[in-house]
T-cell receptor, first 108, second 112 residues
Framework: AQRVTQPEKLLSVFKGAPVELKCNYS??????LFWYVQYSRQRLQLLLR??SRESIKGFTADLNKGETSFHLKKPFAQEEDSAMYYC??????????FGEGTQLTVNP | NAGVTQTPKFRILKIGQSMTLQCTQD?????MYWYRQDPGMGLKLIYY???????DKGEVPNGYNVSRSTTEDFPLRLELAAPSQTSVYFC???????????FGPGTRLLVL
């Protein structure tokens, strides 16, 4: 069965420190993974997808099929990065399975 | 473009009442989705639609119904509301050939 696990519900770092939000998945097919973000009082929106292999707002994520992981990383966290982050796995055709989310707080 | 709009923003229902959550998108997207988000949990898919007249169940469809008579609208119907349906409901849409889902602002529902 498909499953997405984000082991940390809360993550707190200081400004300028590196940050890593963990995501592990379980899927029998070829995985396609995404990170969505919800800033305070804003809508949930796509941050990045593994197929694009791009860096958005300084964040990167690499798909590791051996470890079935798709961790989100940023070398120097900023206060404006404080938000709720969701890892999502594309499953059958049109659907996404979301993890439970990680609330990131970047302290000044 | 307004994107995805949802009404109402907030509603309190009594047990056993029914209501319809409205979702409209003006991006001409074929795919539309309804999710619920319970506190501390991720989003769970309730129903989705790949085009007008076509709907399918998601992960947690019990207690809900949907219809898709137009491309723009995808209402979610709650019959016989129960406290377990207290949640935040999100509607989303996407283009057929692109994976990015665009979300509405959400409807907060409290069933007492």
């Amino acid at each position: 069965a498909q499953r997405v696990t984000q082991p940390e519900k809360l993550l707190s770092v200081f400004k300028g420190a590196p940050v890593e939000l963990k995501c592990n998945y379980s899927y029998s097919g070829s995985p396609e993974l995404f990170w969505y973000v919800q800033y305070s009082r804003q809508r949930l929106q796509l941050l990045l997808r593994h197929i694009s292999r791009e860096s958005i707002k300084g964040f990167t994520a690499d798909l590791n099929k051996g470890e079935t992981s798709f961790h989100l990383k940023k070398p120097f966290a900023q206060e404006e990065d404080s938000a709720m982050y969701y890892c999502a796995l594309k499953t059958s055709g049109s659907r996404l399975t979301f993890g439970e989310g990680t609330q990131l707080t970047v302290n000044p | 473009n307004a994107g995805v709009t949802q009404t109402p923003k907030f509603r309190i229902l009594k047990i056993g009442q029914s209501m319809t959550l409205q979702c409209t998108q003006d991006m001409n997207h074929n795919y539309m989705y309804w999710y619920r988000q319970d506190p501390g949990m991720g989003l769970k898919l309730i129903y989705y639609s790949v085009g007008a007249g076509i709907t399918d169940k998601g992960e947690v469809p019990n207690g809900y119904n949907v219809s898709r008579s137009t491309t723009e609208d995808f209402p979610l119907r709650l019959e016989l509301a129960a406290p377990s349906q207290t949640s935040v409901y999100f509607c989303a849409s996407r283009e057929t050939l692109r994976e990015t889902q665009y979300f509405g602002p959400g409807t907060r529902l409290l069933v007492l």
